[in-house]
């Protein structure tokens, strides 16, 4: 089974388990909502939640510069376009279990290959990186792009970084021949003529946009991988207009949970993560991280405001409405594959809540898994025992419907 399951819900919220898919199951229970919900309230004294927390906790502010700035760089990650905005052949998720956060070169990966990222961009506020491919042709070739957006404090510090990371980047290899970008003159990039990808380095006030095209479905051919290259940036800098970085000088004080929703999510087990990246909490585009589609209409669908990652995933709507209209566009039981089995829910939730196991092609479970919409929220969880995804999932449930 791949990291993700099939459903669209599923699919962007594919990072939240790095063992297995998420959604699909069996049978729902509650009363249908309309307008405004009406639940009877579950007893929480009759809800084995084991010791799982149940009462919401008050995230408190940044403690330290790392904290500050990754919430920046979840901040940053809502106005990073996924490489599907630009093209939709771009389908499946190209970063697998590593972290979409960047605060150093070693969260640029393989991207950065020279050592002088991390003196070049000393100054680097945040960063958030992307990266998809297209299905495999006939012959198992992809096509593959990258890109991170680097935030700087500001504009005449990344006026300085985006060229002098491009010319290292570019003398890395002696076979690197200098390209132009003729709708982006003050881009720098490069490539090498036999091979087919091509790197570039683009300023915009306070950020650096860094984007790695590689082809390997085709012969190498420059114009295409450079119209397709400022087609990326096209799409990525109008969004970049629209975010509102935090002042410099403010960074400690940026607020880590911002409407309390993180502490209502169970925080991450440190001795089992199901992300990559670390809790937090984003508005759209950030919380498909690690997605296998680009698609999201999931985020119009179910009317979303807010989605909490933590030791499980909760999507928030603005309405009861919006949250049922995404359960029933993307409920479980109707995107059961061949490596599902249906599992009983656990009982005493008045919610809507089906579970199921992700299997191995033999049959052995790799995880078991709910998915629950209650009042305004979705929520995912998994784990590998089910004793304690059923606590887990009772706990998820009083933190979000407790008074």
Not at 149 to 157: K, M
Not at 295 to 318: E, H
Not at 387 to 393: A, E, G, I
Request: with cysteine; hydrophobic share 40%.
């Amino acid at each position: 089974m791949t990291l993700i399951a099939e459903s669209r819900i599923a699919r962007a919220a594919g990072a939240l388990l790095a063992a297995g898919a998420i959604l699909s199951a069996a049978t729902a229970c509650g009363a249908d909502v309309s307008g405004h919900p009406v639940r009877q309230a579950s007893d929480a004294s009759a809800l084995d939640v084991g010791n799982y927390p149940i009462k919401p906790r008050v995230v408190p502010h940044a403690k330290t510069l790392k904290q500050a700035r990754t919430r920046e760089a979840q901040r940053l990650a809502d106005f990073v376009a996924l490489p599907s905005e630009a093209d939709p052949a771009y389908t499946d998720d190209d970063i697998g279990l590593s972290q979409h956060l960047v605060l150093n070169q070693k969260g640029m990966g393989k991207l950065v290959i020279n050592d002088t990222f991390d003196d070049v961009a000393k100054d680097l506020v945040a960063g958030w990186q992307t990266a998809m491919a297209t299905k495999s042709d006939p012959n198992g070739q992809t096509k593959q792009l990258h890109m991170a957006v680097l935030e700087f404090p500001s504009a005449a510090i990344a006026a300085d970084v985006g060229p002098t990371l491009e010319h290292d980047d570019f003398t890395y290899n002696v076979d690197n021949v200098a390209v132009g970008l003729p709708n982006h003159p003050d881009g720098k990039a490069h490539w090498r003529p036999a091979i087919s990808s091509i790197g570039s380095w683009t300023v915009h006030d306070r950020y650096v946009v860094f984007i790695k095209l590689v082809d390997d479905t085709t012969a190498p051919d420059l114009p295409a991988l450079v119209s397709q290259t400022e087609h990326m940036i096209d799409t990525e800098l109008p969004l970049l207009d629209k975010f509102t970085p935090t002042p410099s000088d403010q960074i400690m004080n940026i607020d880590m949970d911002p409407d309390g929703l993180l502490g209502r999510t169970l925080p991450t087990n440190p001795d089992f993560p199901l992300r990559a990246d670390p809790d937090g909490v984003y508005t759209g585009r950030g919380a498909t991280s690690g997605m296998q589609s680009g698609d999201l209409d999931f985020l119009k669908t179910g009317d979303l405001d807010l989605i909490a990652f933590g030791d499980g995933g909760v999507f928030r709507s603005r309405t009861a409405k919006g949250a049922l209209a995404l359960w029933q566009d993307d409920q479980p039981s109707t995107h059961l594959t061949s490596t599902q089995r249906m599992d009983d829910p656990p009982k005493g939730l008045n919610a809507r809540i089906e579970c199921y196991s992700d299997l191995t092609e033999q049959g052995a479970t790799i995880m078991n898994l709910c998915v629950m919409q209650v009042d305004r929220y979705l929520v995912q969880t998994a784990a590998k025992n089910v004793q304690d995804l059923y606590q887990k999932t009772a706990a998820q449930y009083i933190l979000l419907t407790a008074a």
